[in-house]
Each structure stands twice: as C-alpha cells, then as structure tokens.
C-alpha cells in the first residue's frame, strides 16, 4: 500500500497512540486510562499490519469481550482498510473457541453441529438428569434441586481456573490419602465426602453433555484448550496461521483465557494487549492537640494532636490529612458514667471495652451467635461472654440492642426471630433439647437463615464481621477454629514513664498474631509462605509492622489462607488500674453497658456507656489521618481515625503481563480525549487508595491522565435520606436541566450498580414524564404484549388453563367486558370447574346466560372457535407459524404498526425479541409444535430465564439508564451515579456458595480486600 495510505491511518494519533499502533515485532503491553483512545489504537494497528504488509487479514487475531466491541471494533477496521479485504478474525474469546471447535470438532469428540447452552438451559439439563448425578449431600431429600445454581456456578468457576475433571479428581485422591492416614479428623472426612461428591458430580456432567451434543460457554475456551494440548498438529497450525495477536480489556481475561493466548502466541511472540487495572464527626467536635483544644475543623495538616499508645499512655502525633465532606446519615451521640459526650456517624471506628464479666447484671443483651459449620442463632442474655462460653461449638458472639429488662429483650428477640425466619435452637446439645445433632444441621440445610441475618443487620445497621466476643484458637475432635489477633500499638514491655504527661517519641509497633496445632492450617500457612515458629502446641505466627495498613492485609491475607476469624483490638485504656484491650468496631455496634476509652488528665481510663442517642441528619462532617497510632481524642473520648486501608491484590494477568512476557514493550496512555481535568483528577485521587495494587505502582509509570478538552468540569455530591426522595431529586434535576438550559434528554446517563437498582429511578421518570430507556432491563416475559402472546400458546395447549384463558379473553385482541369475565369466572370457581368450561357450556348455564351481554356472548364463540382453529393448526405448523398467523389474523400487530408512537414502537420490538427466542428453541426442541415450547418456556422460567426486553433506537430522544458495567467506553454530557450508599455502591461481598478449593486455584489469590478494590475500580469507570 501506498505511504499516503499509511500516514491516513496515523492521522489524528498522539506521539503514544503512533508509537502503540506502529511497535513492531514482539509483545506490547499497552496501559490505557479511560477515555485515552486504547478501541482506536486496536483497530489503527490491525490496519496498519495489513498496510505494512507485516500481515495478511486473516493471520490476525483481534479478541475482545462482548459481541457488541467485535461488531464495533470490526466495523472501524472495515472502514481502515480498502475494499476487498475480509476474513478477519475479530470476535469474543467466546466466539473464537467455538469457532476453532467447530472446525475441529471430530478430534474433540463432538459432533460439528454441536449445541451451546446458555446458563438456563444449563439448569434445564441438570434438573432433567439430577438423580443420574451421584448427588447426596448437594440433594437434599426436602428439595432436591435446591444446590443445582450452586454447582453450576462452581463448574463454571473451576473452568474458569483451567480445573477439569480429572484435576479435581487428582485433588480428591490426595484428600483421601489424608483421610486414611488421619482416621481419628472427622472434619477432613466430611470435607473429603463432600470434594468427592462435587468432582464426580463435575465428571459425570461433563460426560452427559458429550453424550448429548452439547456444550456450555466454559467449555468453549477449556475444550478449545485441551484440543491444542492434546493435538500439537492443529495447535501448530492455528500458532502459523495467527502471527499477530491483539486483545482489548486485558485486566478482565480469566485465567483459561489467558493460558489459551499463551499457547497461541507462542511461535511468534506478536502479542499486544491493551488494558487498565483501574466515615467522621460534625464540626465543633473538640480535638485534644498538643497546647490545648481545637474544634476539628480547625485542625490542619502538620499539627500533632493528642493519641494513645496503649496501657493508659498517651503521646503526640501528627496529622497527614484532614478529610471533610456534607453527609446525611445517622449519627450516634454517646454519654458516659462520667460526664464525657461525643458524637460521630454510626460507621465510625471507635475502640470499645466489654469486660468479660460484667459488673451488674441488669442490663439484657438480643444478641446473634455464629457456628462455623451451621451460621446464625438469635438469643437473649445479661452476660455475653458466659452464652459464648457455654455453647462451645459456636465462635462468636455480635450483640443488636439492649434493654433494661429481660421482658422487653425477649420480645425483641422473639419479634425478629419471626420477622426474619431466625433459629432460636441452641447449638450445644443438653437435657431436653430435642432439636440437636443432625436434626440440627437439617433445620439449617433446609433454611436460608444467612439472608435473614443480613436483612437484619442492614435494618439494624449492625456490622456483623465486628463481634462483641469471639472463642481463642481451639483443634480439638472434629472442631478447627483459627483466631487471627491483630493488635494496633503493640508493645509487650511496660512504660517506665508516668501516665500523667504524654511520652515522648515511643516506638509504635502493630502485630498479627495466631497460634494453631491443626496440620492442615499449618500445612495451609506454610505453602502460602507464611513465617512460623515451634510453639508448646503446634505453630504460631507472629509478625509487626510499624503500618497499620501493611498488618492490616497480613491479617486479612491469614484470614483468607486459615478460614480463621480475625479480632482487632487495642489494649489503648486502663479500668481499675489494669490496662484492658478494646476491640474496633463501628459506632452502631457499640451498646449501652460496653465501656469507652476517655482521656483524664493525660491517662486513658475507660468510662461506661450510659446513654445513646441516635438522629439522622445532613451535617459537614470531619475526620483526620493520624500518623502511625491512627487515632486522637474527639470531646475526651479515644476514637480511631477511620481513614486506613487494607490493601488487596490486583488483577494478575494484566499485573503479571510483564512476569510472563519480560521482553514486552510498555507504553501508556494518559491524554484523555473525553472528561474534562476536574474530574479526571477526581477519579485518579480515588484509584489510588488500590495501591500498591495497580499496574502504575507496580510499574513504576505515570497513568494521571490529562485532558485535551477545554470545558470545565464539576462534580457535585448530592444528598438524599431514602431511596425515593433520591429518585425524585434525580428526576426534578434532570427536568430542571433541559427546561432551563440547552441540554436533550439523551445527554443523561443515570449509572446504576446493578439492574435492580433502576426500579425506583425509572418509576420517578415516569412520575414526571421523562421518556427514558434502560439497558439492562430485564423481564421480557412480564411485559403486556409477550405475556398476551405466552398466554395465547398455553391457552392453545391447556384450555384448562383458566389464567391464561382469563387473560386472552381480557385482553386487546378480544375485549370481553370485565363485567361478564368475572361473573363466569366466579361461576367456574362455584362450581369448581375451570374457564374454559364455562365458556363451552353458556347454553347448559341458563343463570349466567342471562346475565351476560349479547356482545359477551359473541365475543366467547369468537374466541373459542378461533382456539380450535389454531389448535387444528398447531398440528402440522410450527410454533413461530401459528403465532404469527394469531397477531396477523387479529389485526394485533397491524393495529401497533398503524399508530406509531414510542409505546407501540416498544411492543413491537419486544414482539420481535419474543419471536427470536422461538426460533432459537427450534433449535433444541426435537418437534418445534406449541405443545413443547410452552413445556420448555415453562422450564427456562423456573430456571430464572427473563430476558432483557428490546432496546430503544439509540436516536431517541431519552435519558439513558444503564449499569456501570454497561457504560463502559460510552459518553455522556451529564452523568449522574446513584444510590452510593453501604450495601448498595460498594455492593457486599458474596462469598462462593462452593468454594474452589485454593490449592486448585491458578490465579494469584487475593491478599486483601480485594472486592472492594473491585467495586472502586466500577466506580472509577463511572466517573470518567
């Protein structure tokens, strides 16, 4: 081609974008901030090797993630590029597995017109082969089908990691070796039971799959994989055939995935990825500094304030930041036995006494208690401490409220032990307990008592992971416990000192401690690295830190390699003389009767809690970061400052691109093309709370990115006390926009965390009239004209089916007064028969028959002579047919087509989006007639299958609303993200129903909090 062709395709590039799109041979990493041009970059080098004539079309490979940036990127290539150039290879990871099968489906063991299931029809296979599953714990006998979501989830979790069958089998084979040489550890024999029922389980699926001709989406990339490492003739001639490799969104590739381009890439080493990895007090608030007081919002940066260092001692320390923001949220006023009084939001970290004895009983506790191997009870008590102790199987302990007398506890507890379907059983067997062992663990297999607790935490705003008291260390039968004890400011010799004037520069340490003699925690540690020493029983771990944060993710990283429970705690305070540990635990866990730690004088002493008052309000509020001690005195009272961080690993195949590819050029782009500076500032201060976790740490680059638009951006926080009142100010601030300045309705993007999240913002939109579509919604089958379409088929199939036949008669097509409908419903009901009897036998009910109109009684002979017209018909015509032949010949769909308006315009996409699901059924069902599709539509239902409805023409005039998953690599004038609250936007972290064992993991494991990180990285998409 010629060099004016080439420098066409290089025009408009910055010196980074020419650089990525001109690298030559060998691996290329390229790291691409949001909005910086990395789609552009891809397509420009696609055309450009073919330019260069470093490639032919078809010997490049271009992977992405959704079907909609294959068609995107395929299309920006097509216009690249002259005329008569085809057969690239640009599509999903996805789409290239089934493609490379299909091609080579004989030496795989398939046949070549294979069937893809999707994850419902993934459920209806299962269900219909469940009891050949050598299936007993995973199948309990109350319901059967219970766990099916579950280990379909971990299968596809375990080919996500590369695991087959035979690699969980291996696993299983090493687990009973174990068993055989450890007789006497019940917990490795029920855990070895249940590994081998999930590995057989997993093998058996995956021969009823090949005995059917089928395949699910997992399959797609490990089948793909085992092909080329079973075949290395076809391997070599795909390796020849793809000298160069390009892959858009990187850091989102799994594992399999990763280890297939590997294998790909391996004979050229032409491979270019693109990727990016990316609480408080109201003012007048008095803060203790060195010299006297100040209100904290008086405090800066570089003043040292008063902070304890433990056993009643108290030092200075600086301050590094100081956080200020409007909030409105519940703030929880404290008083104590001796006069102090603080006020802070009910998620501030404070330290808190709970004397294991309490000194008078009168004050009774609704508390929740945890076992290991069940979950949650609810219970009454006056002593924490002891109900933990005398159950002994269980671990810990989380109180809710407390009450003066034991009459309104029991209430309490009986009132949320009903609304929230919570046991009130114990766990530790005694005389004329009926409810125990195995009866015990069947209540709990057979109820979803976590989503009670959950719901009752959230209502409570209660943090269950802050327990109140938690039993030590224990490995005893067939019981393991591993109690992981991070301790701020830890120093195990005593001051020398007097408490009564601060110290001077003492050294502060922060220590991770746990002991075990449990073989399996032990051989756990020391294959994760962790440093141990010999204790009298067993090992123990003991590691310091002068960081909060770094002690912070040892703790969290124990945590995840034992399964153990991690307790922080501060021993900041001194009651009776003796200095006392305190936990750390958020304000709204705090009770009346637990102790706080006050400063008198220059001591700490603990002070009991009296007192507490609760008001909702939207306030400034403050906070500080204190170095190393990280907390400082707020009206006398010691509290934390909330501002630290457990860190978390990062993504590991783009983290780990350099570490596989040591050779590959970097080149980062940073010049943003679509956020104005402010708010891309924004959202880099946000990102860098995941260090040291991201590839601009990890790399030693510079990914700030800068603008080359000159608009002024702005960010706006704005407040609302519920969802609704949220809803409605979006709604108000959106009208008031396009009515007062130059902006379109689809110049809004309303950003949502989740599909469930829009309900209310939709509803609000509707409320004031603003046209709007959503992306992500769901529930195709619940909307009018399909439903009267499923309606119609199951009339057709079952005239028995009263509901159906109820809604047809009702609806549009026919218009049956609703008058005379329910008097022959009622009618049918009377003389419990169903509808469609009714309707055949007008004559024989003389009653009825007078009382309807005539026009009723046409509309009934219409009806049910066209039903046995269709049904006559259903015979020979396929289900597509007929329902087309029913929304032709009842005028239906020329009634929607002839008044054209966004309403009908809707009904008739969706009609469309309906149709394509029958045509696809066709595929799977051996006799395309209605009677079997309403049988398999029934089953996609039960399988949770609800389709997206059909999407708005993108040049509607409408506000967009779409999840932040979504919004990726869109853009928007106006962007609003709602519902940024706990819960919600950082969404909880779900732990796996069944876990990957880690020793089957691949993939680095994460070290930290990794989902959080997760949920700042979507946050950060959304911002820019």
Not at 26 to 50: C, D, E, S
Not at 461 to 469: E, I, N, P, S, T
């Amino acid at each position: 081609m010629s060099p004016l062709y080439e420098k066409k395709i290089l025009e408009g590039l910055n010196e980074e974008q020419k650089k990525a799109v001109t690298h030559g041979e060998g691996p290329l990493l390229i790291v691409a901030g949001a909005g910086t041009g990395k789609t552009q970059v891809i397509t420009r080098r696609i055309a450009y090797l073919i330019a260069t004539k470093r490639a032919r079309p078809e010997e490049i490979l271009a992977l992405t993630f959704t079907d909609k940036a294959a068609l995107e990127m395929e299309e920006r290539v097509d216009v690249l590029v002259p005329y008569g150039y085809t057969d690239f290879w640009i599509c999903t990871f996805h789409a290239f597995g089934d493609r490379v099968l299909k091609e080579n489906a004989l030496e795989i063991g398939l046949s070549p017109d294979f069937q893809v299931l999707s994850v419902p029809e993934q459920v209806i296979f299962f269900r219909e082969h469940l009891f050949e599953f050598p299936l007993s714990y995973y199948r309990p006998l109350g319901n059967p089908t219970r766990h099916i979501q579950a280990i379909l989830t971990f299968i596809s979790r375990a080919k996500d990691e590369d695991v087959t069958p035979e690699d969980y089998l291996s696993y299983v084979k090493r687990l009973e070796k174990k068993v055989r040489e450890n007789p006497e550890d019940k917990e490795l024999e029920e855990m070895f039971l249940k590994e081998r029922e999930i590995a057989l389980t997993y093998k058996k699926y995956q021969e009823l799959l090949a005995r059917e001709g089928k395949i699910d989406f997992g399959d797609q990339i490990v089948l793909t994989l085992k092909l080329f490492r079973e075949h290395p003739l076809i391997l070599k001639r795909y390796q020849r055939r793809f000298r160069y490799i390009l892959i858009d969104e990187f850091q989102d590739t799994n594992y399999s995935q990763f280890q297939l381009v590997k294998l790909l890439a391996k004979e050229h080493r032409n491979i270019t990825v693109v990727g990016d990895d990316d609480q408080c007090l109201p003012p007048g608030t008095l803060v203790k500094v060195r010299g006297g007081e100040k209100k904290i919002e008086e405090v800066r940066p570089g003043e040292e304030v008063v902070t304890a260092v433990g056993k009643g001692y108290t030092t200075y320390s600086r301050v590094l930041k100081v956080f200020k923001k409007k909030k409105k949220t519940r703030f929880l006023t404290f008083h104590t036995e001796n006069g102090y009084k603080v006020e802070v939001t009910d998620n501030h970290k404070l330290f808190c006494f709970i004397p294991p004895v309490p000194s008078e009983k009168n004050l009774y506790y609704v508390y929740l208690m945890w076992r290991q191997d069940l979950g949650w009870r609810i219970g009454t008590t006056n002593d924490l401490a002891a109900s933990l102790r005398l159950e002994r199987s269980a671990d810990r302990i989380v109180a809710l409220r407390c009450f003066n007398s034991e009459r309104e506890a029991k209430y309490f507890e009986t009132l949320c032990s009903l609304k929230y379907g919570i046991p009130t059983v114990c766990f530790m067997k005694r005389d004329g307990l009926h409810i125990c062992d195995e009866l015990l663990k069947k209540l709990y297999r057979e109820l979803d008592i976590d989503k009670g607790v959950r719901a009752l935490a959230n209502d409570l705003r209660v943090d269950l992971d802050a327990h109140h008291f938690s039993l030590d260390s224990i490995n005893r039968g067939d019981k393991t416990r591993v109690k992981i004890h991070l301790e701020m400011c830890y120093r195990k010799n005593s001051f020398k000192s007097s408490r009564d004037e601060p110290l001077k520069n003492p050294s502060v340490l922060h220590r991770v401690f746990l002991q075990t003699s449990n073989e399996k925690i032990i051989e756990k540690l020391k294959s994760a690295k962790v440093p141990v020493t010999r204790a009298k029983k067993g090992i123990r771990v003991r590691i310091t830190s002068s960081k909060l944060e770094e002690a912070g993710a040892i703790a969290e990283y124990l945590r995840r390699v034992t399964s153990g429970i991690v307790e922080s705690k501060f021993s900041l305070g001194t009651l009776n003389v003796q200095h006392k540990p305190a936990l750390v635990i958020p304000a709204s866990n705090v009770l009346v009767g637990f102790y706080l730690p006050v400063l008198k004088n220059s001591k700490v002493i603990y002070d009991k809690v009296v007192k507490i008052n609760e008001q909702v309000k939207e306030e400034i509020v403050y906070d500080l970061e204190v170095d190393r001690t990280h907390n400082f005195v707020a009206n006398g009272v010691v509290v934390h400052n909330s501002i630290y961080k457990f860190r978390g690993a990062a993504i590991s195949n783009i983290l780990g691109f350099l570490d596989t590819y040591p050779d590959a050029h970097q080149i980062v782009l940073t010049r943003n093309y679509r956020s104005p500076q402010q708010i891309l500032d924004c959202a880099y201060r946000l990102i860098q709370y995941n260090n040291p976790d991201r590839l601009e740490f990890k790399n030693k680059i510079n990914k700030r990115l800068v603008t080359i638009k000159k608009d002024v951006g702005r960010v706006r926080f704005l407040h609302y006390d519920s969802v609704l009142s949220e809803a409605e100010g979006v709604a108000k601030l959106i009208k008031e926009k396009v009515e007062r300045e130059d902006y379109r309705w689809s110049d809004f993007a309303i950003l949502v965390r989740a599909n469930d999240d829009a309900e209310p913002f939709l509803h609000a939109l509707n409320m004031v009239g603003i046209p709007w579509r959503f992306s992500g919604n769901e529930g195709l089958y619940n909307q009018e004209e399909v439903r009267l379409l499923i309606c119609f088929l199951k009339a057709l199939v079952n005239p028995e089916d009263s509901v159906s036949l109820y809604y047809l008669a009702a609806s549009e097509i026919y218009q049956m007064p609703l008058k005379d409908l329910t008097l022959c419903m009622n009618c049918a009901f009377r003389k419990n028969r169903s509808l469609f009897y009714v309707f055949s036998h007008l004559e024989e009910l003389s009653d009825l028959n007078q009382e309807l109109s005539p026009e009723s009684k046409a509309t009934v002979q219409r009806l049910l002579g066209e039903l046995e017209d269709y049904l006559n018909k259903s015979v020979k015509l396929s289900t597509g047919e007929i329902l087309y032949q029913f929304i032709t010949r009842t005028g239906f769909l020329s009634r929607l087509t002839r008044n054209p308006s966004a309403r009908n315009e809707r009904k008739v996409r969706n009609i469309a989006r309906f149709f394509e699901l029958v045509q696809n059924s066709a595929r799977v069902l051996k006799d395309d007639r209605a009677m079997q599709f309403v049988r398999y539509l029934d089953l996609l239902i039960q399988a949770g299958d609800n389709p997206a409805v059909a999407e708005a023409e993108l040049e509607t005039d409408a506000v967009n609303v779409l999840t932040i998953h979504k919004a990726k690599g869109l853009e928007f004038p106006v962007v609003i993200m709602v519902s940024l609250i706990n819960q919600r936007f950082p969404s909880p972290f779900r732990r796996e129903a069944i876990p990957l064992p880690d020793e089957l993991i691949r993939d680095i494991l994460p070290s930290g909090d990794f989902h959080r990180q997760e949920e700042r990285r979507l946050f950060y998409v959304g911002l820019t």
